[in-house]
């Protein structure tokens, strides 16, 4: 239908299909949705206008839709073990926005990852709504083994007495465990927010610790580790339910995607499945190899390893002057798509980095497994041993293809 209706953008769409089929997506935070989660997404359900909530709509005609944003919220909390969800926001950000909104006065103090650390623009970078609203400190690694500083975030609470701390993280490859956080927001009467962005595939499968149990409020996106539609959702206790569902409407956001929140739906369902256990500890498996792997061909894992679904690695014990940009950029040439970032204590700006992040939820998705993590990181380094010669790039960019053409997609 599309190619008749506009065949200028079918053509896009078919490139992009194309691109995601023959080359290597190891970006941390990609997945490939499965086409039962595309159906929804380009629904009917497009069409439907219903600010408000089920039951409670300011337009007429939501009953059927009432039934795929109620099932969702069910879904999103037996899957989290969560007393109450908002399947609305749009996206990350727009999650950890409303979660702020719903529980913080602009000036408010609050502890977040530090972004140069491991941490989300939406914990408090000063170019974003966060910190332009609220007075942000930052917690971060420790130096000597790049794991979180339990003992200085706790000493930062009790000299800041900050009205919430945010948990979660981009770029971090550890367990972040809710406990000694709790603990710490106790000490001090803060909320707690654990942004499980990332990780909420992990979470959901089994393989990572709950935060749900020990936390105020959990916000995630659905398309990372979840590996549904683009988007985000909000679970808390039932006495913070109604101060999230205002923040999200009429707080932040006007009529809700329901098309998205169906495939949300969707997602949560398939996450529910014994299949998806095995999935996010094959996520865990693949990191793990790839790590060692890369380890192997000398590049520095920053703290070592992986617990989850992504690694850092440091590209400067492998070529001092390698930066993540010349490497983002040869690796691209490869048809291997990740990218840049900054690591600990870089000393590179985060244009410029010292580091890559690569991750393998979307690689799993597609059904490859240790062996071809090993293939993964030989291609990687032949590709930076020579960032500029086109006929290295070349030769890898057809290994890549050739790997790639046995874990297809979207065939
Ligand atoms: C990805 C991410 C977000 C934002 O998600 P978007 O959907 O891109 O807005 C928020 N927090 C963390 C920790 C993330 O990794």
Redesign the pocket.
């Known amino acids: 239908m599309l190619v008749q209706a506009d065949s200028e953008l079918f053509a896009i769409i078919e490139d992009e299909n194309e691109r995601q089929n023959t080359t290597l997506q190891l970006i941390a ?1 990609e997945n490939f949705a499965s086409r039962a989660v595309m159906a929804a997404t380009g629904s009917v359900l497009t069409n439907k206008y219903s600010e408000g909530y089920p039951g409670k709509r300011y337009y007429g005609g939501n009953s059927v839709v009432d039934r795929a944003e109620d099932l969702a919220r069910r879904r999103a909390c037996q899957l989290f073990g969560a007393e109450h969800a908002n399947v609305q926001p749009h ?4 999650a ?1 926005l409303a979660a702020y909104f719903a529980v913080l006065e602009p000036g408010d103090t609050v502890l977040g990852m530090r972004l140069d650390q491991g941490g ?1 623009l ?1 914990h408090g970078s000063p170019v974003n709504a966060s910190g332009r609203l609220y007075k942000f400190v930052g917690y971060g690694v420790r130096e000597s083994d790049e794991r979180i500083d339990f003992d200085a975030l706790a000493d930062l609470a009790k000299r800041y007495r900050p009205k919430l701390i945010v948990a ?3 770029a971090y490859s550890r367990v972040i465990e809710p406990e000694p956080l709790r603990r710490i927001a106790d000490s001090v009467g803060a909320l707690l927010l654990f ?1 499980a ?2 990780i909420a595939g992990l979470i959901a499968g089994g393989v990572h610790p709950n935060p749900v149990p020990f936390s105020d409020i959990v916000t995630f ?1 659905t ?2 580790t979840l590996r549904g539609p ?1 988007g ?1 959702c909000i679970v808390c206790r039932e006495g913070l339910a109604q101060a999230i569902d205002k923040a999200v409407f009429p707080g932040l956001q006007g009529g809700p995607l329901e098309h998205v929140i169906a495939a949300k739906a969707v997602a949560f369902h398939e996450a529910m499945q014994p299949e998806f256990k095995q999935y996010a500890a094959q996520i865990v498996r693949n990191a793990r190899s790839l790590a060692g792997a890369l380890a192997e061909e000398g590049f520095r894992i920053v703290s070592g390893g992986t617990d989850n679904h992504l690694m850092l690695v440091d590209l400067r014990s492998f070529d001092p002057d390698l930066t993540g940009k010349v490497a983002q950029e040869a690796l691209d040439k490869a048809g291997i798509t990740l990218n840049r970032n900054q690591i600990p204590g870089d000393p590179r700006s985060p244009f410029v980095t010292s580091g890559v992040r690569i991750g393998t939820a979307a690689a799993t998705t597609a059904g490859m497994r240790e062996t071809e993590m090993t293939e993964i990181a030989t291609l990687v380094r032949r590709a930076l041993a020579a960032p500029g010669d086109d006929l290295v790039s070349a030769a890898v960019r057809e290994e890549v293809a050739t790997l790639c053409s046995r874990f297809v997609p979207y065939p």
């Open positions: 935070s996206s990350g950000a727009n950890n989300h939406t979660g993280a981009t942004d962005a990332h996106t398309h990372k683009r985000g």
